[in-house]
């Protein structure tokens, strides 16, 4: 029998009814999840991308079992998130995004040997443990240091250690990388990057496209709640009919001009951006058929145009996707 897929959620949703104001009068009813279908096989990094307030967390957080959907099922590992909830806790490590979890003023070893405890561990094991996954994520020069000590960077790999201790088969990261600056996110990519080989199948969540980008061989853009695109990279990018961006500024074009660039051949999706007196037109073109000179040639009489191609980012297409998506 082959192994049942990493993740596998149908029609998940999820609702949050909270009041507030004198006496609770306001209520509100945020829908967090609005039918979500994913499935995601196991071995790899995921990556659930989308901007803040789209459902990542909620999702996640479902999937750890921390959450119930309101309707919908998710089975993790084969087994559903709200029957079976004590056999998926030790199996799943979770690491959420932000400073808490942690124990400040005690050193790394102790908040480690806090959560082996919590998880279990056997003392016979639980020192060899620690001190393997101090050394996984580079931290054993720093394992007798308090945490107050430590830099985001450092609490990071701390908060990993911790997810992986317990030897998890799916570790969920929310956020890995906020807020830590620039160097510290890309050791932590790093890292990430490497806990694959351990094994681990990994579903992280960021609003980062090149971060999406850089670790995850699969992905799915999320926005208000819902999947709107679920693919490999270079997928993604044939999705908006593409894989080369031509930008073209001037100041001001007209309609006619706009029509006759999008009757050039190859080229399937003009959008137009205003900045102050500039306007600029992004184009998605296919590989090899309209060229900068092409574009030139259809918009005479613009002595102050600039035309410049590049590859299609992901960036590109997930702004299209989640801009699909505004009211
Ligand atoms: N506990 C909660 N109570 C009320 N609304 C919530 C709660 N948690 C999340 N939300 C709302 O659900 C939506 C999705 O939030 P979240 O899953 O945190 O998004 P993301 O992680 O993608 O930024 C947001 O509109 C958020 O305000
Ligand atoms: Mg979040």
């Known amino acids: 029998m082959s192994d049942p897929p990493a993740i596998d959620v149908r029609g998940v949703t999820r609702v949050f009814d909270s009041r507030k104001g004198f006496l609770f009068r306001e209520h509100t009813r945020t829908e967090a999840l609005r039918?979500?279908?994913l499935r995601v096989?196991?071995?790899?990094?995921f990556g659930l991308l989308g901007p803040n307030g789209a459902g990542k967390t909620t999702l996640v957080k479902?999937?750890?079992t921390l959450l119930l959907p309101t309707t919908g099922q998710a089975?993790?590992?084969g087994h559903d998130v709200v029957e079976e909830q004590p056999w998926l806790r030790p199996r799943i490590g979770l690491v959420l995004g932000g400073?808490?979890?942690l124990y400040n003023r005690i050193n790394a070893k102790d908040n480690l040997r806090y959560f082996a405890d919590l998880y279990g561990i056997p003392p016979a094991e639980r020192e060899e443990r620690i001190r393997e996954v101090l050394e996984r994520v580079d931290l054993e020069n720093a394992a007798d240091r308090r945490v107050e000590e430590y830099s985001r960077g450092m609490k990071q790999k701390l908060h990993i250690a911790r997810g992986i201790l317990h030897r998890p088969q799916i570790l969920f990261l929310d956020e890995p990388?906020?807020?830590?600056?620039p160097k510290s996110a890309r050791e932590t990519r790093k890292l990430v990057r490497s806990l694959v080989s351990d094994g681990v199948t990994i579903f992280l969540t960021t609003h980062y496209m090149f971060e999406a980008e850089e670790l995850c061989p699969e992905l799915a853009i999320i926005s208000k709640g819902r999947v709107v695109a679920r693919d490999t990279v270079a997928g993604l990018r044939q999705l908006v009919g593409g894989d080369r961006t031509i930008e073209v500024e001037a100041y001001g074009f007209e309609d006619?001009?706009?029509v006759s660039l999008r009757s050039l051949p190859g080229v399937s999706k003009i959008v137009t951006e205003e900045f102050g007196p500039r306007t600029r037109?992004?184009?998605r073109v296919r590989t090899g058929e309209t060229l900068p000179g092409d574009v030139t040639d259809v918009l005479p009489g613009h002595p102050e145009l600039a035309v410049r191609e590049r590859r299609t980012a992901l960036e590109d297409v997930y702004l299209d996707l989640v801009e699909e998506e505004a009211p």
């Open 35 to 37: 039918g979500i279908d």
């Open 99 to 101: 400073e808490r979890g």
């Open 62 to 64: 479902i999937l750890a």
């Open 177 to 181: 990388t906020i807020g830590l600056d």
């Open 41 to 45: 096989e196991s071995g790899s990094i």
């Open 281 to 283: 037109l992004t184009m």
């Open 256 to 258: 006619r001009e706009i």
């Open 75 to 77: 089975l993790v590992l």
